[in-house]
């Protein structure tokens, strides 16, 4: 009988896990996890109701999201992909459903139905799931593998590592002549501390582009105003296609805002406008943007140098220039960043070089397999690590259960 050792009780371990025994029977799995709980990451994601994939169905569209993996993924998206997800959960009981924003999340709304999704099956096949068994270290025998943990010592014919963005994870995997990317945050909100945006908690804008100074970095989208600076999926997905030059940069950067994405001349043709359609209103009062929410529009009229009683007749070229700049190219220093505890996404992890992705199996040892955030792939935020997580593990286990 096949012995099969899978390292990590995440969601890439289970789903190696149920995969390989469904299409090989005959496997004997045992999955062994550090930590007390399993699932710990799929419990908490998305608000606690796991944002399982996103709806994307095109392989070529979806390898767009990931900053690093872009070119290893659009294979393994040939042969498992977002539908095959959505096909997979639906088959076990478990319907997805697209949200506005295309992000996906079970119909129940909870992460409880993948969890219990993933434990009946596990149950239900005869995988062993043993907690508190964390791996202290692993040897190479003739044609086995040997896998120590504080408590005992395990054999495999087959060995899969799935412990996630941790480093004693990756340490493992240096023991095992693999090359580790050093690892940096890549989801995380920009420290801005500026008299424009103090205090406007919860405020945001739907599309704004917002871009890293002297950087060919640029992003669109919603931006949101938080009590530490700005966040959203504009700022979210520039700090992960930015995380290693961020990271060089010590998180000191300057961050040039367009709150509006439209350019700087049509917006001054715009208030040039105003000035001749309402001269006799005052300007502080309302935002003539309905993109912009009045307290902001109202601190970017006092950082324009334009008095509170100010109306639009008496506004000069120059208040109008610099208006539109502010509207459109706002400055902003940022300086550190927050990361979320829940959302904690590395970019960094074993290098994609050593990786045959056809069957997500170590190039430098034969039945070795790497699958989830342990290797140097990681997406923006909405759904795409976990997809990382789904294919890498049905394509891992289609190369396990091989007879």
Not at 264 to 271: H, R, S
Not at 316 to 322: A, C, E, G, L, P
Not at 340 to 368: C, M, Q, W
Request: proline fraction near 4%.
């Amino acid at each position: 009988m096949n012995k099969v050792v899978i390292i990590g009780g995440g969601a890439a371990g289970f789903f190696t896990a149920i995969n390989a025994k469904e299409q090989n029977p005959d496997l004997e799995i045992i999955i062994l996890e550090k930590g007390k709980d399993v699932l710990q990451k799929v419990k908490i994601s998305g608000g606690g109701r796991c944002n399982v994939t996103h709806a994307c169905f095109e392989p070529k569209e979806l390898v767009k999201f990931y900053p690093r993996g872009e070119k290893e993924l659009l294979g393994p998206f040939h042969t498992f992909m977002t539908g095959d997800t959505f096909e997979w959960f639906d088959d076990r009981g478990v319907p997805l459903k697209i949200e506005s924003d295309n992000r996906v999340f079970p119909e129940a709304n909870t992460s409880q139905a993948i969890i219990d999704c993933f434990q009946n099956s596990v149950e239900k096949l005869g995988i062993k799931v043993l907690k508190n068994h964390g791996v202290t270290s692993i040897q190479k025998e003739e044609n086995h593998w040997k896998i120590n943990t504080k408590n005992e010592t395990f054999t495999a014919d087959k060995l899969v590592i799935a412990a996630g963005s941790s480093n004693k994870a990756w340490e493992l995997a240096k023991n095992l002549d693999h090359t580790i990317v050093e690892p940096v945050p890549s989801l995380f909100t920009f420290n801005i501390k500026d008299k424009r945006i103090i205090d406007l908690l919860g405020i945001s804008v739907p599309n704004a582009t917002v871009n890293i100074v002297g950087t060919k970095l640029e992003s669109s989208g919603p931006l949101l105003i938080t009590h530490w600076g700005m966040s959203g999926p504009a700022v979210l997905k520039l700090s992960a296609f930015g995380a290693r030059i961020l990271a060089e940069k010590n998180y000191q950067y300057n961050v040039e805002v367009n709150w509006l994405s439209r350019p700087t001349d049509k917006i001054v043709n715009v208030l040039l406008n105003l000035k001749k359609k309402q001269p006799k209103k005052q300007v502080f009062l309302k935002s003539p943007f309905t993109e912009i929410p009045r307290r902001l529009w109202e601190r970017l009229v006092i950082a324009s140098d334009i008095s509170e009683n100010f109306k639009w007749a008496d506004l000069s070229n120059n208040h109008i220039d610099k208006l539109a700049n502010q509207l459109t190219k706002g400055l902003f220093n940022a300086n550190g960043k927050s990361t979320f505890k829940e959302e904690f996404v590395t970019a960094g992890g074993i290098d994609l070089k050593e990786i045959n992705f056809k069957r997500f199996e170590s190039r430098r040892h034969n039945n070795l397999f790497f699958v989830g955030e342990m290797l140097n792939i990681d997406a923006v935020t909405g759904g795409f690590n976990f997809q990382n997580a789904w294919t890498g593990g049905f394509i891992c286990a289609k190369a396990i259960a091989e007879k």
